[in-house]
């Protein structure tokens, strides 16, 4: 990418995130986020059994709750999420799987949480705010870390190019799981906030690097062009960024492809995001701030 010229490509790359954020916003707006336990409350109960595990249709019909979710988790254990149940149901639920597993002696009860309605409102709040709080900071560290260079573009504006790019990387994932929710049942929990906040610090990250080289170069080449200047320091760090994703991209599918089911979507949610975060980085964060600086002048 050493001669590639951002700038006289942007409408491309900035017409393609346009379409993926209006599409995941479109399907958040029709059909939903699929709230997990977390937010809507119920209950959890894991067990562990000691020979093959149960069928998930065995299971099912042993259970009272409605739609109850399965989701196998190491070798022979089985995580339970249903609606709230009283401690007489746990007990007849336990002794169901009991008898499904071969006896008291083969089945193991790991652990059984209750999470009331109460919690889980909590829970929304304190997600939505952890995610604004963490994008205002990010603005303000932004700002402080280039208050030196305010020519041609404010120290702000970096911060706020930061933040919209940010926006890209958490609209799209939360877009692809609105699908999921609707066609596979697949739910978001605190684990998929957890990912989407670990989404934002990879990418404002990956943004810093290429803006510092922004301001190392703008003093280095006083001459040339802001627009050169954003093509050049690009040019300079996108390799370095496309080789640290890709490793963590390695990690992050091995896991997805062997590790456990219950951190499935929670890799899923990585992948998506350090995939994208990569891409905002380099061709949405840079040319916002090109934009900006030719709308000042005008």
């Keep these: 990418m050493t001669n590639f010229n951002l700038v006289k490509n ?66 022979n254990d089985l995580i339970i999420k249903m609606k709230a149940v009283d401690e007489a149901t746990h007990q007849k639920i336990l002794s169901s799987l009991k008898d499904l597993g071969g006896g008291a002696d083969k089945v193991t009860e790991k652990r059984f949480e209750m999470i009331g309605p109460t919690v889980s409102a909590e829970l929304k709040t304190k997600s939505f705010l952890a995610i604004v709080f963490v994008l205002v900071a990010i603005i ?48 978001v929990d605190t684990l998929f906030v957890t990912a989407l906040l670990t989404v934002l610090g990879f990418s404002v990250h990956d943004t810093i690097v290429v803006y510092d080289r922004i301001r190392e170069n703008l003093l280095k080449f006083p001459r040339e062009t802001f627009e050169q200047v954003v093509n050049r320091s690009v040019n300079q760090t996108a390799v370095r960024s496309i080789n640290t994703s890709l490793t963590v991209l390695l990690v992050l599918l091995a896991t997805f492809f062997f590790g456990g089911e219950s951190v499935k979507y929670f890799v899923l949610t990585l992948i998506i995001g350090v995939v994208f975060g990569t891409y905002s980085s380099i061709f949405i964060a840079s040319p916002l701030l090109v934009i900006w600086n030719r709308a000042g002048k005008k």
């Design 10 to 75: 942007q409408k491309y790359f900035l017409t393609f995130s346009g379409v993926l954020i209006v599409s995941g916003l479109l399907a958040v707006l029709i059909w939903g986020l699929k709230p997990g336990l977390d937010f809507t409350g119920g209950s959890l109960l894991e067990v562990a059994f000691q020979d093959t595990r149960p069928d998930s249709q065995a299971v099912e019909q042993k259970i009272s709750s409605d739609k109850p979710i399965l989701i196998p988790a190491g070798e």
């Design 140 to 187: 303000l560290y932004i700002a402080f870390a280039f208050r030196k260079v305010s020519r041609p573009i404010s120290s702000w504006k970096y911060g706020v190019c930061a933040v919209l790019a940010l926006f890209h990387d958490v609209i799209i994932p939360t877009g692809v799981f609105a699908v999921l929710g609707h066609f596979l049942g697949v739910e």
